[in-house]
């Protein structure tokens, strides 16, 4: 007997053996509603004919080439639409295979940076508490999330930790939203100075949060504030967009509607929409020049940056999202679902919160609302909606966490950008019975 560690060692899940549109299949014949894209990942859905096209025309003409050697048309294609479409100063691009493998590279180039500019004393990243980076070592010390960090802590680089911007559960009930950011900036500044400026690599966030608390978005000015800071004291910004960038807030990158440019942007999950595994870290001119100017290379390197395949399906994917305006689609039909959301969950007992941007939402479970008091995590509601969903054919992305010694049960959807109204209808209908059914089981 094999056993297969890349999934629960306890269970076999459904075997998928077909995916159309919005749809997945499994062995026994049923359909799932794909309502989260994996983890934020299928953004055209499943089965789109002109990503696999693509595929198959790089696959015959060159599967691999190895970037010690070559470069293909493909990955410079794809490069040159990254810059074109990123935020203010990106000039760079480093092709990588997934998320974790981005926020690592994001990281040790932060680091040379600091080395190349005659700052070797600056080793210390700052990130949030409420954060997933990855799981990769370097990746999981900067992200906040306790029990995947846990086992490994002794393994792990020291990170200084600030609270994350969480308005539902951080935001005082007498204080405005300006001075509940102003708070988180306060406490930004007074670590930065605690540790010394001129220690400080870079601040780490993911401008809206995934996987450790479900699409929460940041409030207004709050990154404004932390580019004043990085810049005040020459610190650099990393936006970890893996989760929530390439279109899935209804800008191509999230922290656009901010109003802010990081110097490093780490992609992956939509840039490859599931079709093929792949990551991208966007680079600012200035750290470019800097490497340039000084050892002439980035001193890091894996058997597949580049990637010519992935390279194609990301192109294409790209290409599908501009010619046919998934955009605007996203900021339609992520409208239309928060309004659904709203109608179908606003009052009930349960849900704490409902938030999100484009077609990136979450709701928040709560055993009772005034207090915002969470189920307790043996409970694990999250888990139990996510398999009443599935039982229901819809996939939903569930999370639980402890974070600051916090339980939260979170359900996050992220549906493809191709969803209809009609499925985001059935969306809202599967999930308002898979979280009755849940909380029975746990009330
Ligand atoms: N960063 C963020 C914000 C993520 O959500 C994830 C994955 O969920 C990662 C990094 C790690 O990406 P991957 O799982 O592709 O290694």
Same mark, same amino acid.
């Given at each position: 007997? %094999?056993?297969?560690?890349? &999934?629960?060692? &306890?269970? %076999?899940?459904?075997?998928?053996?077909?995916?159309?549109?919005?749809?997945?299949?499994?062995?026994?014949?049923?359909?799932?509603?794909?309502?989260?894209?994996?983890?934020?990942?299928?953004?055209?859905?499943?089965?789109?004919?002109?990503?696999?096209?693509?595929?198959?025309?790089?696959?015959?003409?060159?599967?691999?080439?190895?970037?010690?050697?070559?470069?293909?048309?493909?990955?410079?294609?794809?490069?040159?639409?990254?810059?074109?479409?990123?935020?203010?100063?990106?000039?760079?691009?480093?092709?990588?295979?997934?998320?974790?493998?981005?926020?690592?590279?994001?990281?040790?180039?932060?680091?040379?940076?600091?080395?190349?500019?005659?700052?070797?004393?600056?080793?210390?990243?700052?990130?949030?508490?409420?954060?997933?980076?990855?799981?990769?070592?370097?990746?999981?010390?900067?992200?906040?999330?306790?029990?995947?960090?846990?086992?490994?802590?002794?393994?792990?680089?020291?990170?200084?930790?600030?609270?994350?911007?969480?308005?539902?559960?951080?935001?005082?009930?007498?204080?405005?939203?300006?001075?509940?950011?102003?708070?988180?900036?306060?406490?930004?500044?007074?670590?930065?100075?605690?540790?010394?400026?001129?220690?400080?690599?870079?601040?780490?966030?993911?401008?809206?949060?995934?996987?450790?608390?479900?699409?929460?978005?940041?409030? @207004?000015?709050?990154?404004?504030?932390?580019?004043?800071?990085?810049?005040?004291?020459?610190?650099?910004?990393?936006?970890? *967009?893996?989760?929530?960038?390439?279109?899935?807030?209804? %800008?191509?990158?999230?922290?656009?509607?901010?109003?802010?440019?990081?110097?490093?942007?780490?992609?992956?999950?939509?840039?490859?929409?599931?079709?093929?595994?792949?990551?991208?870290?966007?680079?600012?001119?200035?750290?470019?020049?800097?490497?340039?100017?000084?050892?002439?290379?980035?001193?890091?390197?894996?058997?597949?940056?580049?990637?010519?395949?992935?390279?194609?399906?990301?192109?294409?994917?790209?290409?599908?999202?501009?010619?046919?305006?998934?955009?605007?689609?996203?900021?339609?039909?992520?409208?239309?679902?928060?309004?659904?959301?709203?109608?179908?969950?606003?009052?009930?007992?349960?849900?704490?919160?409902?938030?999100?941007?484009?077609?990136?939402?979450?709701?928040?479970?709560?055993?009772?609302?005034?207090?915002?008091?969470?189920?307790?995590?043996?409970?694990?509601?999250?888990?139990?909606?996510?398999?009443?969903?599935?039982?229901?054919?819809?996939?939903?992305?569930?999370?639980?966490?402890?974070?600051?010694?916090?339980?939260?049960?979170?359900?996050?959807?992220? @549906?493809?950008?191709?969803?209809?109204?009609?499925?985001?209808?059935?969306?809202?209908?599967?999930?308002? *019975?898979?979280?009755?059914?849940?909380?029975? %089981?746990?009330?």
């Amino acid at each position: 007997m %094999t056993h297969i560690l890349h &999934r629960s060692l &306890r269970q %076999t899940p459904p075997v998928a053996v077909g995916g159309a549109g919005v749809y997945l299949y499994d062995s026994h014949g049923r359909s799932y509603l794909d309502a989260s894209g994996g983890a934020a990942v299928s953004s055209l859905g499943h089965g789109h004919p002109d990503v696999i096209a693509a595929m198959h025309r790089q696959i015959d003409q060159c599967a691999y080439a190895h970037t010690a050697f070559f470069t293909t048309e493909v990955a410079e294609r794809l490069a040159d639409r990254l810059v074109a479409n990123a935020p203010a100063g990106i000039e760079g691009v480093y092709l990588v295979s997934g998320g974790s493998e981005a926020m690592e590279t994001a990281l040790k180039l932060a680091r040379q940076y600091c080395v190349e500019g005659g700052e070797p004393q600056r080793s210390l990243f700052i990130a949030r508490r409420q954060s997933y980076h990855g799981n990769t070592l370097g990746a999981l010390a900067v992200g906040g999330n306790e029990w995947r960090r846990k086992p490994f802590a002794p393994l792990l680089i020291d990170v200084e930790r600030v609270s994350a911007c969480y308005e539902y559960r951080g935001r005082a009930e007498d204080q405005t939203v300006d001075q509940y950011t102003a708070m988180l900036l306060d406490e930004l500044e007074a670590a930065i100075l605690q540790a010394g400026p001129d220690r400080v690599i870079a601040f780490c966030a993911e401008p809206v949060v995934g996987a450790t608390g479900g699409a929460i978005p940041p409030t @207004p000015g709050y990154f404004r504030g932390v580019r004043a800071l990085c810049d005040k004291y020459g610190i650099l910004f990393i936006a970890d *967009e893996v989760m929530c960038g390439m279109g899935r807030t209804g %800008t191509m990158y999230a922290i656009e509607q901010d109003g802010v440019a990081p110097d490093l942007i780490a992609v992956a999950k939509g840039l490859g929409a599931g079709y093929q595994p792949i990551g991208a870290v966007l680079v600012n001119g200035a750290i470019v020049e800097r490497l340039r100017a000084g050892s002439g290379a980035f001193l890091h390197g894996h058997t597949y940056i580049g990637h010519p395949v992935a390279a194609a399906a990301a192109l294409a994917v790209q290409q599908v999202i501009e010619r046919d305006d998934l955009l605007t689609q996203v900021r339609l039909r992520g409208a239309q679902l928060r309004a659904m959301l709203d109608e179908e969950f606003e009052d009930h007992p349960h849900v704490g919160d409902i938030r999100g941007r484009g077609l990136f939402l979450t709701l928040e479970l709560v055993r009772e609302r005034a207090h915002k008091t969470p189920f307790a995590p043996e409970l694990k509601l999250h888990a139990a909606i996510k398999a009443r969903a599935m039982e229901n054919g819809l996939l939903v992305y569930p999370m639980g966490g402890t974070i600051d010694g916090r339980h939260g049960d979170h359900v996050l959807l992220a @549906p493809p950008f191709v969803v209809t109204q009609g499925d985001l209808g059935e969306i809202v209908g599967r999930l308002k *019975e898979s979280v009755e059914g849940a909380l029975k %089981t746990v009330a």
